[in-house]
């Protein structure tokens, strides 16, 4: 039985192991990037919703310019004016003389309040537990990829060093060296 070589990548030199560790690298960076999605989408489904309320804060000057509401900023949450007081006379304004627009109370009309008393009450996600170990973890994932050059050197060295030895064997093997008995 007569057996042939079917080897036929002659003059390679380790090509294959650096498709290997290129494909190799491809498919981790396809996993990061598909755990790290996944983790962001959990993280944003498990935070806990939090409703609080503000009943008369003062000193809100209700203008043009606009008065910002104390607790805007700290927690980007979803604003809704429940009332709002004249503080010199008490009386309550009317929703249509007033606008609430990212967290800024502004006047809707040509009468300017420099001394009002706001209640309003705001829904916001909070973080928990869960949320903060699903943000560490994939962080942690996603600093995998910072491995990758050190994974390229690594695979550029065994195929030179591949290339080394083919070309000390091609040599030794040429008869231009003499071999020592």
């Known amino acids: 039985m ?11 030199a380790g090509l294959t192991i650096l498709l290997s560790l290129v494909t190799f690298l491809f498919v981790i960076g396809l996993l990061v990037m598909i755990f790290s999605l996944m983790g962001g989408e959990m993280i944003d489904a498990t935070y806990t919703s939090i409703t609080a309320s503000v009943v008369n804060e003062s000193g809100a000057y209700v203008n043009v310019t606009g008065y910002t509401l104390a607790s805007y900023g700290a927690l980007n949450g979803v604003y ?4 709002v007081y004249n503080a010199t006379d008490g009386d309550l304004l009317d929703a249509n003389r007033y606008a609430l627009t990212l967290g800024v109370l502004t006047n809707a009309t040509d009468v300017n309040w420099a001394d009002a008393n706001v209640s309003y009450s705001y829904t916001y996600d909070a973080s928990n537990g869960a949320t903060d170990v699903m943000g560490d973890t994939t962080t942690g994932i996603a600093g995998v990829t910072d491995w990758f050059p050190i994974f390229i050197v690594i695979g550029a060295m065994v195929v030179l060093i591949l290339l ?3 070309i000390i064997t091609a040599v030794r093997g040429s008869g231009l060296v003499e071999q020592s008995a």
């Open 2 to 12: 007569d057996i042939k070589n079917t080897k036929t990548d002659k003059g390679m």
């Open 80 to 83: 809704t004016i429940d009332a």
């Open 164 to 166: 080394t030895v083919i």
